[in-house]
């Protein structure tokens, strides 16, 4: 490991970090114009305090705080290492709480998680994450929205200015000063009869469905 990595390991270090970060993204959302399409369903849901689980790809966390608008918390699914403890702190400067991950296993509680959605909260899921691969569905999502029949909510971001970093997820870095854009997708609700042997299928529908939605916020902005 190298002094860098050991580094970021300090707590201190992180909170640091996390807040510089927070500033950059609130200079972000200040200096762009951020449109939002097709947010009906998800707006009628939290107006009537009914739970969903809002899907996104782990690259595109940056500007999460500013499609989620609600007072009502978004509970995000984190890993418990060290970058999951850094998203936590940046986490904690908007509406949103991270829900760690345990490392040995890499699956949560899944009784918090029911819970969470049985007293009607919400709840955030990279299913391609914490480690990948990306832009894959794991089929962790896919079992929860079976056992709870929560609805999933798919969500595409994409804007004119930006780079990606040379991480697993090619974290999308966006620039002040740009054009961004929020699609939502319609609802995903998976049948309680679903069998082991169909989850493979609606894996592949919720990436495909995910992957829309950016294509959809790309085509707006001409990129």
Not at 103 to 132: C, M, W
Not at 163 to 174: G, M, P, Y
């Amino acid at each position: 490991m190298n002094f860098k990595k050991k580094l970021f390991k300090f707590s201190i270090i992180q909170k640091i970090l996390a807040y510089v970060g927070y500033l950059y993204i609130l200079f972000v959302g200040t200096t762009s114009k951020i449109e939002v399409k097709n947010e009906g369903y998800s707006k009628k849901m939290l107006d009537e305090k009914k739970p969903f689980i809002l899907a996104f790809w782990h690259g595109q966390l940056m500007m999460i705080g500013y499609v989620w608008k609600s007072r009502s918390v978004l509970n995000m699914l984190a890993s418990s290492h060290s970058d999951g403890r850094f998203g936590a702190y940046i986490a904690s400067h908007f509406n949103l709480k991270n829900i760690s991950i345990e490392a040995k296993n890499k699956s949560p509680s899944l009784r918090q998680i029911f819970k969470i959605l049985n007293e009607g909260h919400y709840l955030g899921v990279t299913p391609d994450g914490p480690r990948g691969p990306k832009h894959k569905v794991s089929e962790g999502i896919i079992k929860i929205a079976i056992n709870s029949q929560v609805p999933i909510i798919p969500l595409g971001f994409a804007s004119n200015n930006n780079f990606k970093l040379k991480s697993w997820d090619s974290f999308l870095i966006t620039y002040p000063f740009s054009k961004c854009k929020f699609v939502w997708g319609d609802p995903i609700i998976i049948p309680s009869s679903t069998k082991d042997s169909e989850i493979e299928k609606y894996k592949l529908y919720l990436e495909e469905k995910i992957n829309y939605c950016i294509n959809d916020a790309k085509s707006k902005l001409n990129v």
